[in-house]
Structures are given as structure tokens and as C-alpha cells.
């Protein structure tokens, strides 16, 4: 066939069955990494409005029933694999209560997680604080932690996490107990009175009781090795979950715990994580639609940045230094992401008509703010589908100017981290969404 046959067909069929949000012709991304604006390729975005067979969707009904499940499934089989259900025998176990915690002003509570119903593991152990003084039940904000619960809080009522440490290569898995003086180490990250004082409440879990991370072979002793096992091989092979799909499916875990917990507003949870923890998060929130809020911080690659924008962390270098984060199937993308049937904008996408949040850090470049940004936008005309305005803006944000209706952006200067800055414009938007359920 000569090659003005087949560009044409190409243009054809891409009519037809996939229409395209940019009509750019898209280019192979380079392989290296890329942190200059000026040599980021043209690139086209799969449309999450068209289905597979090339349908149109034009009204609510059609997205719910039809191409939400279908994208769902696409992310399921390409990026983070499936994941199972809420296992039959999980059990929950309040573990300690302290109604006078952080000087009264709240209630502080542990809870494991039993996910089999056997206490010897694999477990989660989650740390809620609730403010005091309520007439009704507190909306929270979920998030998994790095560092360990009692690393959220200098407060000396929190348990010691156990942490998993990365073993010699020869010596088996080795877990201890944290130190100490490791209390309060994150709590920067965590804005935990301003939470309180503004009536929300805080559940957080150690992301390593769920599966530790940091080497492939982490799955042997987290939920992957007990529940819908992966083929025996440090790699999930095809569609079979990885770490993110095991950390998101354990934060659905606590959904079902504040369900039964009549202190907790369990209608308005909001899932929030930063960097691999919000791609975490945005997978949760896009699964399971009992978070009624979800937001990203700092996410990057394989979160809120568009993967076919070639700026900062590319599917290839994801693949390679984090083997065990992904489904196997997404490694086949490393060197052709135009291939992939998805871009991030449709996982933001599946979270509507719920708000979104997608926050930025100027020097964070390696998760690509534009791209977050971006992102944001494409996601726009499915909320818009559904009734809510979606970011209200067609240009990014200068640095600390938040924006946004039913899905909020800002880029605060400064690193990757989350700050204070952060929290405050997630307390703010989750007032603006929530108001109704606010304490008084
Ligand atoms: C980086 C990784 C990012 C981000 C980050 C983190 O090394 O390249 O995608 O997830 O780690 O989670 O801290």
C-alpha cells in the first residue's frame, strides 16, 4: 500500500473507531527522559467520550452503563490489573480507643484489619483520629502513609508500626519494629489539627501492611500472597494485579470498616495520596465509587500525568525501576504508549461526577505539572456529560492560584512533598463539596 493509502486509511479508521481529542499526528516517544517544554512531541489523546466499537457517548445513562465499566476494564487489563473483591472472612478489631486524644479536641482510635479473618496476617492496622464535640458523624480524609501510622503524629498514644525493611539478598524477609524516635516523623505531611479543627477526621494506614514495597518480591508476604495469588513469579503476569492495584484495593478495605463505624461518615470520604500513593489513590477513588472525594498530590507517572506527554518519568522508566507496581500487560506499552487504549485523563474521568483534586509542585517536574494539569482538563467532558463544571479554566494556573469547580488544580512552589499549602486547599475544597455534611 503507498503511503498516502495508508496515512489515509489510518486517519480513517481513527475516525471511526477511536475519535481523538488533539487531531495531532502522535509521535513515538523518545525513550530517555525529557524535562524541556520546547522539545515535548505532539501526541493524541484517546477519546473517553467514544467507546471501543466507536460509539458516541451523548448522555449519562450510556456512560454509566457502557463506556465507565469499559474503561474500568481497560485500566484493569493494561495498567494496574484486576483486582479481587471484599474477601468473605475479613474481620475488624478496634484495638485501642482514647477519647481525649490531642488535648481533648478528639477521639483517637486503632483498628486492624484482619483481611482473611486470621489475626496472624496479612492485616492492616488503621489509625482514625475523629474530632470531639460532633452532633453528627465525621467526614474523613484516607490516606495511606510512608513512614508508619505512629510517623503521622508526635502523638505517644499511636502503636509502632512494623515495619517490612528491605533484607540482604540472601537473608529472608526481616521485619522490626519502628524506633521511637521515629514518632511524629512525617507530620509535616499531615496536617492533622488543622483537620480536626476544621471537623473533618483522618484515617491512615501503613502502606506496607498492605504489601511492603521497594523489591518485586514484596508480594510474598502482603495481600497479593494470599488472596487471587499471582503465578508464582515476582511479576504479575497479563491482567493480575500489582502493588498499586494491592495498595487501592486495601484502602476499599477501610471503606468497608467505616461502614460499620457509626462515627464515621462513611458518604463523604475523601481518598487523598502523594506520589506512588496517589496514583494509589486515584485508582481507588476510580473503582470504587463509595469515595465520594478523591485527590491527587504530586502523582506523576502512571497517576494524574498524561503518560503519552513526553515530560519527566515516561511508562518505560516506570516499568523498569518499579517492576512490581504495574500489571505485566503494561510493560508491552514501554516503548509504544500511543498503543495504550487509555491515557490518565480517563482515570480522572471514571472519578466523575465526584470532585477531583490534582495538585502540582513547581520543581516537581520528574511527575510533569503540565501534564497533571492536562490531564485535569481532558477530563473535563465527561463531567461536563454529567452535569458539573469541571477546572472552569483553559490555562494552568500560575504558581499558588488554585483553581477549579468540581475538579480542583493548583501547583504550589517548591518540591515533591505535601505541605501545609496542599492540605489547606483540600480543606477548602472539600468545604465548598461537602458543606452539608460539615459538623457544627
Ligand atoms: C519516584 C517515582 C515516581 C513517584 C515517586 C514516589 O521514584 O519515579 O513515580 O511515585 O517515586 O512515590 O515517591
Same mark, same amino acid.
Given at each position: 500500500?503507498?503511503?498516502?493509502?495508508?496515512?489515509?486509511?489510518?486517519?480513517?479508521?481513527?475516525?471511526?473507531?477511536?475519535?481523538?481529542?488533539?487531531?495531532?499526528?502522535?509521535?513515538?516517544?523518545?525513550?530517555?527522559?525529557?524535562? !524541556?517544554?520546547?522539545?515535548?512531541?505532539?501526541?493524541?489523546?484517546?477519546?473517553?467520550?467514544?467507546?471501543?466499537?466507536?460509539?458516541?457517548?451523548?448522555?449519562?445513562?450510556?456512560?454509566?452503563?457502557?463506556?465507565?465499566?469499559?474503561?474500568?476494564?481497560?485500566?484493569?487489563?493494561?495498567?494496574?490489573?484486576?483486582?479481587?473483591?471484599?474477601?468473605?472472612?475479613?474481620?475488624?478489631?478496634?484495638?485501642?480507643?482514647? $477519647?481525649?486524644?490531642?488535648?481533648?479536641?478528639?477521639?483517637?482510635?486503632?483498628?486492624?484489619?484482619?483481611?482473611?479473618?486470621?489475626?496472624?496476617?496479612?492485616?492492616?492496622?488503621?489509625?482514625?483520629?475523629?474530632?470531639?464535640?460532633?452532633?453528627?458523624?465525621?467526614?474523613?480524609?484516607?490516606?495511606?502513609?510512608?513512614?508508619?501510622?505512629?510517623?503521622?503524629?508526635?502523638?505517644?498514644?499511636?502503636?509502632?508500626?512494623?515495619?517490612?525493611?528491605?533484607?540482604?539478598?540472601? $537473608?529472608?524477609?526481616?521485619?522490626?519494629?519502628?524506633?521511637?524516635?521515629?514518632?511524629? $516523623?512525617?507530620?509535616?505531611?499531615?496536617?492533622?489539627?488543622?483537620?480536626?479543627?476544621?471537623?473533618?477526621?483522618?484515617?491512615?494506614?501503613?502502606?506496607?501492611?498492605?504489601?511492603?514495597?521497594?523489591?518485586?518480591?514484596?508480594?510474598?508476604?502482603?495481600?497479593?500472597?494470599?488472596?487471587?495469588?499471582?503465578?508464582?513469579?515476582?511479576?504479575?503476569?497479563?491482567?493480575?494485579?500489582?502493588?498499586?492495584?494491592?495498595?487501592?484495593?486495601?484502602?476499599?478495605?477501610?471503606?468497608?470498616?467505616?461502614?460499620?463505624?457509626?462515627?464515621? !461518615?462513611?458518604?463523604?470520604?475523601?481518598?487523598?495520596?502523594?506520589?506512588?500513593?496517589?496514583?494509589?489513590?486515584?485508582?481507588?477513588?476510580?473503582?470504587?465509587?463509595?469515595?465520594?472525594?478523591?485527590?491527587?498530590?504530586?502523582?506523576?507517572?502512571?497517576?494524574?500525568?498524561?503518560?503519552?506527554?513526553?515530560?519527566?518519568?515516561?511508562?518505560?522508566?516506570?516499568?523498569?525501576?518499579?517492576?512490581?507496581?504495574?500489571?505485566?500487560?503494561?510493560?508491552?506499552?514501554?516503548?509504544?504508549?500511543?498503543?495504550?487504549?487509555?491515557?490518565?485523563?480517563?482515570?480522572?474521568?471514571?472519578?466523575?461526577?465526584?470532585?477531583?483534586?490534582?495538585?502540582?509542585?513547581?520543581?516537581?517536574?520528574?511527575?510533569?505539572?503540565?501534564?497533571?494539569?492536562?490531564?485535569?482538563?481532558?477530563?473535563?467532558?465527561?463531567?461536563?456529560?454529567?452535569?458539573?463544571?469541571?477546572?472552569?479554566?483553559?490555562?494552568?494556573?500560575?504558581?499558588?492560584?488554585?483553581?477549579?469547580?468540581?475538579?480542583?488544580?493548583?501547583?504550589?512552589?517548591?518540591?515533591?512533598?505535601?505541605?501545609?499549602?496542599?492540605?489547606?486547599?483540600?480543606?477548602?475544597?472539600?468545604?465548598?463539596?461537602?458543606?452539608?455534611?460539615?459538623?457544627?
Amino acid at each position: 500500500m503507498n503511503s498516502m493509502n495508508g496515512k489515509s486509511i489510518a486517519i480513517i479508521l481513527s475516525l471511526l473507531v477511536m475519535p481523538l481529542v488533539n487531531i495531532n499526528a502522535a509521535q513515538a516517544q523518545p525513550t530517555k527522559s525529557n524535562e !524541556d517544554e520546547s522539545k515535548v512531541p505532539s501526541y493524541t489523546l484517546p477519546d473517553p467520550l467514544t467507546t471501543s466499537a466507536g460509539a458516541k457517548v451523548t448522555s449519562g445513562n450510556a456512560w454509566r452503563d457502557k463506556r465507565r465499566p469499559e474503561i474500568v476494564k481497560l485500566f484493569e487489563t493494561h495498567v494496574y490489573g484486576r483486582s479481587p473483591g471484599r474477601p468473605p472472612r475479613m474481620t475488624f478489631e478496634v484495638t485501642s480507643l482514647d $477519647k481525649k486524644a490531642l488535648g481533648g479536641k478528639a477521639t483517637r482510635k486503632e483498628v486492624s484489619v484482619y483481611f482473611t479473618g486470621k489475626k496472624e496476617g496479612p492485616k492492616m492496622d488503621m489509625l482514625i483520629y475523629v474530632p470531639n464535640g460532633a452532633s453528627k458523624p465525621a467526614p474523613v480524609f484516607l490516606g495511606l502513609n510512608f513512614d508508619g501510622n505512629h510517623a503521622v503524629h508526635s502523638d505517644p498514644g499511636i502503636k509502632l508500626a512494623t515495619l517490612w525493611t528491605r533484607p540482604a539478598k540472601e $537473608k529472608p524477609l526481616v521485619s522490626s519494629r519502628a524506633p521511637e524516635e521515629s514518632r511524629g $516523623k512525617s507530620a509535616s505531611r499531615w496536617a492533622v489539627e488543622k483537620m480536626i479543627e476544621r471537623g473533618y477526621g483522618l484515617a491512615t494506614i501503613y502502606y506496607g501492611d498492605i504489601e511492603p514495597d521497594f523489591f518485586p518480591e514484596g508480594y510474598n508476604v502482603g495481600v497479593r500472597s494470599v488472596m487471587d495469588a499471582p503465578s508464582g513469579s515476582s511479576k504479575s503476569v497479563g491482567d493480575e494485579w500489582g502493588a498499586i492495584g494491592a495498595w487501592a484495593w486495601g484502602l476499599s478495605r477501610a471503606m468497608d470498616y467505616f461502614e460499620t463505624d457509626n462515627t464515621i !461518615d462513611s458518604k463523604h470520604v475523601t481518598v487523598m495520596g502523594h506520589s506512588r500513593l496517589g496514583k494509589t489513590a486515584l485508582w481507588a477513588g476510580a473503582r470504587d465509587e463509595r469515595f465520594a472525594m478523591v485527590i491527587s498530590n504530586d502523582s506523576g507517572e502512571g497517576g494524574a500525568a498524561l503518560s503519552r506527554r513526553w515530560f519527566g518519568e515516561t511508562v518505560e522508566r516506570i516499568n523498569t525501576s518499579f517492576p512490581h507496581w504495574f500489571c505485566g500487560n503494561y510493560k508491552k506499552y514501554n516503548t509504544d504508549v500511543n498503543a495504550l487504549p487509555v491515557d490518565q485523563h480517563m482515570l480522572i474521568a471514571l472519578i466523575a461526577p465526584r470532585p477531583a483534586y490534582v495538585a502540582s509542585a513547581q520543581e516537581d517536574l520528574w511527575a510533569d505539572p503540565r501534564g497533571e494539569f492536562l490531564s485535569a482538563k481532558h477530563a473535563e467532558p465527561v463531567y461536563s456529560l454529567l452535569g458539573k463544571d469541571g477546572l472552569g479554566v483553559d490555562e494552568m494556573p500560575s504558581a499558588n492560584h488554585p483553581v477549579g469547580k468540581t475538579i480542583g488544580y493548583h501547583i504550589r512552589t517548591g518540591k515533591h512533598d505535601v505541605t501545609d499549602y496542599d492540605w489547606e486547599q483540600y480543606l477548602n475544597f472539600a468545604d465548598k463539596h461537602f458543606k452539608h455534611a460539615k459538623l457544627q
